[in-house]
């Protein structure tokens, strides 16, 4: 009985603090430092289709660009560009996206799947398909078809 009453008991804490935690975060942007921003800016808007927004005031080598529900990507000219893993990655995600395998493959920009396969997509196990690119500073990007 008393193994119960700890349980329900240390339940009913746990539903306390989560209700208490759900600060109902939302993402806002991300920002990447990058060695050419005239270069990756035209990726981010010719490639990725991402539009070009005002920067807020801030200096000539800070550029912004917005994605769906006004999620952002704020590019940084710098000389300090980390080194790049796969594995650390922005994910987006289309309806479109055999569409755009074949507008990536039109303008003779490289993709590939999580094992390195190029031009083709895999399948997660949560029936998730997505490719892998690199942008101009070698960011990887993958994108799959998990539209909302």
Known sequence: MKKII??????????????????????????????????????????????????????????????AEKVQIHLIESEDVPEKHKG????????????????LKSEKVPFENWTGEKETTNTRPDGIKQIYLQDPDGYWIEINDNSL
Request: net charge negative; no cysteine; aromatic share 8%.
């Open 6 to 67: 700890s349980v329900l008991t240390i339940l009913l804490f746990t539903s306390m603090m989560n209700s208490q935690n759900n600060f109902q975060l939302h993402k806002d942007h991300d920002a990447i430092l990058v060695k050419d921003l005239d270069a990756s800016a035209k990726f981010y808007s010719e490639i990725l289709g991402l539009k070009e927004i005002p920067n807020g005031g801030l200096p000539d080598h800070i550029r912004w660009f917005e994605l």
């Open 88 to 103: 650390v990655h922005m994910a987006l995600n289309t309806s479109k996206l055999s569409e755009l395998m074949e507008f």
